[in-house]
């Protein structure tokens, strides 16, 4: 097998994937599936390789974020139910305002809030997102849900202890106090800039919210006009549906006569985060003290937060809402792992068919702008093989040796080799099927706020970076 025809059919098996999702309105459960095998197929797996990568990329997935997820969603399921979240929207839009609230929120995302393990970030930001946006005004949807996307995935490549950032600072050998410090001179001006962008661009017309969003009606009977169904939420709607909705309902649906006071009922989640942030703080500073590591696990985290959870809302529900809310959980989690696992198959054939090693051979590190080409590189493997941390490894290791021969502090290729990996975030990522499931959007709208949102702030970041690296060598 031809390493040319090996990159034409990866190109053509992500091209039929969208066009199948978004043309044909194939279920993306199907056409994933589909890619992955005619890619393994045409590419020199065989038969047993094909399945093996299809059913291994799935397993391994599940076993990295299953869990993670579920929790997630039902804890994401009892806050909404006992009106939390409303509380939150109201608190938030009361103190800092509708015109900052997306700089606010994706700021935070970008930098206080990294600890978190990515997916279960999104499973607990995203229907806050979407709730905020329906406060905010004039497109509020898509530019709270950009918002959130940009801070997400650029605090993930640029900002310790995001999980990229620090196989960024230890393949390449950067100390953790140099990759906090410039990511953050990094990260903060590109989270900004991104979503005044994407705030302008929202303003003046780009969403349509017939094609964007699904209808209320897809959202009850599960059908999405471009793609899979979203995970249903409380009576059988979309969870960030229910998260509008909640805004009439939240006062009634609390059953007791005494209101929980807004900290208490994110008590447990907070607590959990807690948890998990230690955790990572532990892991940076290398320190092993056995109990702490079991309960700072980010499995253990979330039960205990999930337990939590359901005490507060059972406290101010009652059972009957609180198991009502646990079973919609259950319902939208089974939905929602499926889809971001076969999305794992189709990353783990790409990388089985050695794509990353072809298109290494393509480049040489003599390049006279090094930060660009590490930019490049990241770029068109990411839209190759879907994975940001890949991608930015990758890059980052074929272009390294030239950082000593020119005298380039190894901080700026990490930092350009995360840039990269942001471009083009699509199908091929988990990531984006769990945000689409989450907020309510079609395909079309996910790749409006999430893909072409990132990769905005992509453009941007490099641009943050060349002239900082030369400033400060």
Avoid at 241 to 268: C, H, Q, Y
Avoid at 285 to 300: G, M, Q, R, Y
Avoid at 311 to 327: C, F, I, P, Q, S
Wanted: aromatic share 4%; net charge neutral.
């Amino acid at each position: 097998m031809t390493n040319s025809l090996i990159l034409l059919n990866t190109a053509f098996a992500i091209l039929a994937a969208v066009l199948l999702i978004t043309r044909f309105r194939v279920n993306p459960v199907i056409a994933l599936l589909l890619s992955s095998s005619y890619l393994g197929m045409t590419s020199g797996l065989g038969v047993d390789g094909t399945i093996e990568a299809i059913t291994r990329g799935f397993g391994d997935l599940m076993a990295e974020i299953g869990l993670l997820v579920a929790f997630g969603v039902l804890a994401g399921s009892l806050l909404q139910r006992s009106g939390a979240i409303e509380r939150l929207i109201e608190a938030l839009l009361k103190h800092i305002g509708p015109k900052r609230m997306p700089y606010a929120l994706s700021v935070s995302v970008a930098t206080v809030l990294q600890s978190i393990f990515l997916d279960v970030l999104v499973v607990i930001v995203a229907p806050l997102a979407r709730g905020l946006g329906m406060r905010i005004g004039k497109a509020g949807t898509p530019r709270m849900i950009s918002a959130m996307a940009i801070g997400m995935e650029v605090g993930v490549v640029m900002v310790v202890p995001g999980i990229a950032t620090l196989a960024l600072a230890g393949v390449l050998g950067v100390p953790l106090g140099t990759m906090l410090s410039l990511g953050l001179l990094v990260a903060v001006p590109t989270t900004v800039i991104s979503v005044a962008i994407m705030q302008f661009v929202f303003r003046h017309g780009w969403w349509d919210e017939s094609t964007d969003e699904l209808p209320a009606s897809a959202a009850v009977t599960g059908s999405d006009p471009e793609s899979a169904p979203g995970p249903r939420g409380s009576g059988g709607a979309h969870p960030a549906r229910a998260v509008a909705s909640s805004a009439v309902a939240s006062d009634t649906e609390v059953t007791t006569t005494s209101r929980p006071p807004l900290i208490l009922l994110f008590a447990p989640v907070l607590g959990a985060l807690g948890l998990i942030a230690t955790g990572a703080i532990l892991d940076i500073v290398e320190l092993e003290i056995a109990p702490l590591a079991f309960v700072c696990d980010p499995v253990i985290a979330l039960l205990v937060g999930l337990i939590g959870t359901i005490l507060v809302t059972r406290r101010a529900v009652g059972k009957a809402a609180m198991d009502e809310a646990l079973r919609n959980g259950f319902r939208e989690s089974g939905q929602i792992l499926i889809l971001n696992g076969v999305g794992g198959s189709l990353a783990l054939t790409i990388e089985n068919i050695g794509l990353g090693d072809i298109l290494g051979r393509y480049f040489s590190a003599s390049t006279a702008f090094p930060l660009l080409m590490v930019w490049v590189v990241a770029a068109i493997l990411h839209i190759a093989v879907g994975s940001v941390s890949i991608s930015a490894i990758t890059a980052a290791g074929i272009l390294a040796p030239l950082a000593p021969v020119i005298g380039l502090d190894a901080v700026w290729i990490a930092l350009a080799a995360g840039a990269g990996s942001l471009f083009a975030i699509h199908v091929t990522s988990n990531t984006f099927w769990l945000l689409q499931s989450l907020t309510g959007l079609t395909t079309r709208g996910t790749l409006k706020t999430f893909s072409a949102s990132v990769s905005v702030a992509s453009v941007v970041a490099i641009a943050v970076i060349v002239p900082l690296s030369m400033v400060l060598g």
